[in-house]
């Protein structure tokens, strides 16, 4: 069983410790628990590679024999949806499972975004019924199918998780295997027969999978208003309708899931092959329901007893050919409709900051592929559509892995069509693949040398890797085909910041927003490069100007930055807590938890609010970086906010990797400065601080950071920066499309 979940209590741990270690495995998070054992992320340290480790809460004969028959029961699996088991440890009185290690969310957790689109749900179903039907015919049964088992993989592809319960038909052990108290999440997916203590079998692997797609349908478990026993009652005694909400569906539907859910087994569709079949016969409906019917054939009027010409006859043979040319115009325009839906999302997609437009695009995208499952443009957009969910006020890793769901859809319809690289790409990128990012990018180009998002893309990439030359080169060519396009204006923008000129980067963001005045990215942007500038009074006249387009939690974000640097801490905090506010902003974006912890900080009584802020912050930057774990934005940032949390030593370790990396970064060095000086290291804080300003890094801003008073007064620091230093919270950087 392998999860991807965010720590929460165990990030002062050290990770390095022997109690952290298995053998030869070291352990690098926990990632789910049950009675019979828990299961971690681990490192192997023998083959240098990273598996999930099921260990056990009380090593002995009878928990090694369990797990040997559940490590049994996995081995014989060959279907590529199972989980592989690679090894038993047993030593020192330490007991583990070996598995691969696979990252992907389980359904449970992408069904809190709510109900998935019925074919998506639907070719879920179908993929677990193929595995199942392999393990069937092996004489396997699961015992424990629910969402909480069944993970979608970064390729878009279910895994199926926690085969412990797997057994030979006909084995009546005890019916739950160990889990003699389960909760309503399992429960709920368990046939009736097995509660009144039948062993598993094909036929309650088929009714917790009905189950389980049900719930996809619906978006909540079946019989959610009950709860332990009540909820056994309901089951076995089929007090309520398990696949109740459902009454919309096509009957086609409904009718497979009455087949499934049968109270009675001997009723019940348990046949996987056959299921696999039923549903690859109501994706073909869905995708015929969606041609215009022809128009009725009126019944002939009787006419008067007479003889015909022979003129009749020529045009009564010549009907049914008419008839049939009917049906070629009918599809074309079928196709005509799908195109202009299709470019009417990609409009509002284009045009994605205004309010809603967002959501209609990926409403139009996915009915566009309800109707049409291997529709390739679609789910490639639909796929980029996700990206800018999540990078937007979003920032929930559901939206990822739909993106890598779907490109990975648009990839196998057609990889010949640019905009499926381009997808893949952007959803190769959001988890921090960049060098597998790149090459999409590339390839789309060389497919069509004007796709949008691969310019996008690429440029985005290559000016975060530093490779400005490469990203310049992108961005000319860019300009040159898409001259009014204001996502590249941004983005060279970005790229003039990054490199400190700042002058430049004022002219591009002042073009944008005259290309787009009720952008607010602009406005953000161009109040950025004020502050760096030192024109806090410009700055917030922009801000001002943008907050008059519409609310923004990136606008408020800013704000706080300019009232923090003028040491309004109060003010500070009030415009942070909005900008991470549900509301107006985004709750799960770190960087504006980072400043609200930096506002809060300053203000004598706030510190406990302060250091939770902080918590929060490395709980959501965390796994950002272990999907990019060498970017050295993101482990610059982590040493900050781990010494503001007096964590010296795991800050020092992160900045030991930026240093290592020898970074150009202005911003990075100062970070680095500010965490050696935290953590009493002023010879290295202040020689930081000197390759920060050699870098380029503002005057003006070192002078407002409050964390550095004392150093600024070390006689040291005036020979060696000459009156140069930086701060800020986190000063804003430009938040267009090139930087995510």
């Known amino acids: 069983m392998t999860l991807e979940h965010t720590l929460t209590d165990e990030l002062g741990a050290d990770l390095t410790s022997d109690s952290r270690r298995v053998g030869h495995f070291r352990l690098l998070r926990r990632i789910g628990a049950g009675g019979?054992?828990?299961?971690?992320?681990?490192?192997?340290?023998?083959?240098?590679?990273?598996?999930?480790?099921k260990v056990l809460h009380r090593p002995g004969a009878e928990a090694l024999n369990r797990l040997l028959s559940e490590a049994r029961a996995c081995a014989g699996l060959d279907h590529r949806a199972f989980v592989h088991v690679l090894e038993v440890f047993d030593e020192d009185d330490q007991v583990a499972l070996v598995m691969e290690l696979v990252r992907g969310h389980t359904l449970g957790e992408l069904l809190q975004s709510g109900p998935m689109p019925v074919a998506r749900a639907l070719q879920l179903t179908q993929q677990v019924a193929r595995a199942m039907a392999s393990a069937h015919r092996l004489g396997r049964v699961h015992g424990?199918?629910?969402?909480?088992?069944?993970?979608?993989?970064?390729?878009?592809?279910?895994?199926?998780?926690?085969?412990?319960?797997?057994?030979?038909?006909?084995?009546?052990?005890?019916?739950?295997?160990?889990?003699?108290?389960?909760?309503a999440g399992t429960l709920a997916y368990m046939a009736p027969e097995l509660l009144l203590g039948a062993a598993p079998h094909a036929g309650s692997d088929a009714y917790a999978l009905g189950m389980v797609l049900g719930e996809l349908l619906a978006g909540r478990r079946p019989f959610a208003a009950f709860e332990g026993g009540l909820l056994a009652h309901a089951i076995v005694h089929g007090q309520q309708n398990a696949q109740e909400s459902l009454d919309t569906l096509p009957e086609g539907i409904r009718t497979l899931l009455d087949d499934l859910c049968r109270r009675e087994p001997q009723g019940r569709l348990s046949d996987m092959d056959t299921l696999t079949a039923r549903i690859d016969d109501l994706?073909?409906?869905?995708?015929?329901?969606?041609?215009?019917?022809?128009?009725?054939?009126?019944?002939?009027?009787?006419?008067?007893?007479?003889?015909?010409?022979r003129w009749f006859w020529i045009a009564l043979l010549l009907i049914p050919a008419s008839l049939l040319a009917i049906r070629w115009p009918i599809a074309a325009l079928s196709d005509h409709w799908q195109f202009q839906e299709l470019k009417a999302a990609e409009a509002l997609l284009v045009d994605f900051e205004q309010p809603g437009h967002l959501?209609?695009?990926?409403?139009?995208?996915?009915?566009?592929?309800?109707?049409?499952?291997?529709?390739?443009?679609?789910?490639?957009?639909?796929?980029?559509?996700?990206?800018?969910?999540?990078?937007?006020?979003?920032?929930?890793?559901?939206?990822?892995?739909?993106?890598?769901?779907?490109?990975?859809?648009?990839?196998?319809?057609?990889?010949?069509?640019?905009?499926?690289?381009?997808?893949?790409?952007?959803?190769?990128?959001?988890?921090?693949?960049?060098?597998?990012?790149?090459?999409?990018?590339?390839?789309?180009?060389?497919?069509?040398?004007?796709?949008?998002?691969?310019?996008?893309?690429?440029?985005?990439?290559?000016?975060?890797?530093?490779?400005?030359?490469?990203?310049?080169?992108?961005l000319d060519e860019a300009m040159r085909m898409h001259p009014q396009d204001r996502v590249f204006v941004d983005a060279l923008g970005t790229w003039f910041f990054r490199q400190a000129q700042y002058a430049d980067a004022e002219r591009m963001f002042r073009q944008s927003i005259a290309l787009s005045p009720d952008s607010v990215a602009g406005y953000a942007n161009l109040n950025a490069v004020l502050l760096r500038q030192g024109r806090n009074e410009d700055a917030l006249a922009v801000l001002q100007q943008?907050?008059?387009?519409?609310?923004?939690?990136?606008?408020?974000?800013?704000?706080?930055?300019?009232?923090?640097?003028?040491?309004?801490?109060?003010d500070a905090a009030q415009a942070f807590e909005r900008s991470v506010s549900p509301t107006h902003g985004s709750p799960n974006d770190y960087l504006r938890w980072a400043n609200l912890a930096d506002a809060l900080r300053q203000i004598p009584g706030r510190k406990d609010d302060s250091l939770r802020a902080y918590t929060t912050t490395i709980t959501l930057l965390t796994p950002i970086l272990e999907r990019t774990p060498d970017d050295v934005t993101l482990l610059s940032r982590a040493a900050l906010y781990r010494a503001k949390l007096d964590q010296c030593p795991r800050a020092m370790s992160a900045a030991a990797q930026v240093r290592n990396s020898a970074s150009e970064q202005a911003d990075v060095w100062f970070r680095l400065a500010q965490a050696n000086e935290l953590c009493s290291h002023r010879e290295i804080a202040i020689a930081d601080l000197a390759q920060a300003r050699r870098a380029g890094y503002p005057l003006n801003l070192i002078q407002s950071e409050p964390d550095l008073i004392a150093l600024r007064r070390d006689p040291m620091f005036q020979r060696q920066v000459l009156g140069q230093i930086s701060g800020q919270p986190n000063s804003p950087v430009p938040s267009g499309a090139i930087d995510g």
């Open 36 to 53: 019979f054992g828990t299961v971690h992320e681990a490192w192997d340290m023998r083959l240098n590679r990273a598996v999930a480790l």
């Open 144 to 183: 424990d199918l629910k969402p909480a088992n069944l993970m979608v993989d970064h390729e878009g592809r279910v895994r199926i998780l926690d085969f412990g319960l797997a057994r030979e038909h006909g084995d009546h052990g005890s019916t739950l295997a160990g889990h003699s108290e389960p909760g």
């Open 283 to 309: 994706l073909g409906e869905r995708r015929r329901s969606t041609e215009p019917a022809l128009p009725p054939v009126l019944a002939p009027v009787t006419p008067p007893p007479r003889r015909f010409g």
């Open 359 to 474: 959501e209609r695009a990926i409403k139009s995208l996915e009915g566009l592929l309800e109707r049409r499952p291997n529709h390739a443009a679609a789910a490639a957009d639909l796929a980029i559509a996700y990206c800018l969910q999540y990078a937007g006020d979003a920032r929930d890793e559901a939206w990822l892995q739909r993106a890598s769901a779907s490109a990975r859809i648009a990839l196998d319809a057609d990889d010949q069509l640019a905009r499926s690289h381009s997808a893949f790409g952007w959803s190769e990128e959001f988890h921090g693949r960049r060098d597998i990012a790149v090459r999409s990018f590339e390839r789309a180009l060389g497919l069509d040398p004007g796709d949008r998002y691969a310019l996008i893309g690429l440029a985005r990439v290559q000016t975060r890797l530093g490779a400005y030359a490469k990203a310049r080169a992108v």
């Open 546 to 570: 943008g907050l008059r387009v519409r609310p923004d939690g990136q606008l408020y974000s800013n704000l706080g930055t300019v009232l923090y640097m003028l040491g309004r801490y109060s």
